[in-house]
C-alpha cells in the first residue's frame, strides 16, 4: 500500500530510514547499504526528496551528507506514517504462538495498532534492553556529525558489560566504522548532571539522536 501511495519501493525505504533517525545523517553509500537498493535508484529519489523538501543535504569532507528536514510542513505527519511502518514490522518478527496447542482452538487477539509517533521505538531499541536494565542510550558524535562530546554513544544503567561489548562490536561492523563509546551507572550519571559535569554538558548540548529514556532523564 506504502508503496503504491508513495510510488517507490526505494523512496518508502528511504522516508522510513530518515524519519525514525531525526538529527541523524547518512551519505550515500551508507543509505545504499542500509535500505539494500541499487545506488542510481537511491540517488534518484534523494533527489525527489530534497527538491520536494522531506530532506535537507550538506556536504563534508568530500561526502554529501543526507537527513530529515524537522522544519518541513507535515514532519510530525510523516513520523506517525513511517514511525507506524516501523513499529509493524518490529511486531511481524515476534514468534506466533499455536493456536491449537492444547487442543482448542484460542481466541484471536485482535491486530495490534501502530503505536502513536510519541511512543513508536527506534528498531535498535529492542536489542539495546537484552543488554540489561537500559535507562538512556544516546547517539551523537559520528551519528550525527557533531564532535562536541567526543563519544559515539552513551549507554546508562546497569548493563552486562560482556553484552554491551559485543553490542558496540556488531554496531560498529554494521555501521563500518569504529565508534567510541561510555557506558554509566544511572546514578553517576545524574550526579554528573547535577555537579554540571563538562563531558556530560558537552553531550547534552550536542546534536544527538535518543533511542531508548526509560527514566526522562534529563538529556
Do not use: C, W
Not at 132 to 138: D, I, S
Amino acid at each position: 500500500m506504502f508503496e503504491q501511495l508513495f510510488g517507490s519501493k526505494t523512496r518508502v525505504k528511504l522516508l522510513q530510514l530518515f524519519y525514525t533517525n531525526p538529527n541523524r545523517s547518512f551519505y550515500v553509500r551508507e543509505i545504499t547499504r542500509k535500505v539494500e537498493e541499487q545506488i542510481n535508484s537511491v540517488r534518484r529519489e534523494l533527489s525527489n526528496l530534497l527538491s520536494i523538501g522531506i530532506i535537507t543535504s550538506d556536504a563534508n569532507n568530500n561526502r554529501l551528507y543526507y537527513e530529515v528536514n524537522q522544519d518541513y510542513e507535515f514532519f510530525k505527519p510523516m513520523t506517525e506514517i513511517f514511525g507506524s511502518i516501523a513499529s509493524e514490522e518490529v511486531a511481524a518478527e515476534e514468534p506466533v504462538s499455536d493456536e491449537k496447542s492444547d487442543g482448542k482452538e484460542k481466541p484471536k487477539k485482535a491486530p495490534t495498532k501502530p503505536k502513536p509517533a510519541a511512543s513508536v521505538e527506534h528498531p535498535m531499541a529492542k536489542e539495546l534492553r537484552g543488554l540489561g536494565q537500559v535507562h538512556l542510550v544516546v547517539l551523537t558524535g559520528q551519528f550525527t556529525r557533531d564532535e562536541t562530546s567526543g563519544v559515539d554513544v552513551l549507554l546508562v544503567g546497569d548493563l552486562n558489560q560482556s553484552k554491551a561489548a559485543k553490542f558496540m562490536s556488531d554496531l560498529e561492523k554494521s555501521e563500518n566504522k569504529e565508534l567510541r563509546y561510555v557506558i554509566l551507572s544511572t546514578d553517576n550519571y545524574k550526579y554528573r548532571v547535577q555537579i554540571n559535569d563538562r563531558f556530560i554538558n558537552d553531550l547534552l548540548n550536542s546534536k544527538k539522536q535518543i533511542i531508548i529514556n526509560s527514566q526522562d532523564l534529563p538529556v
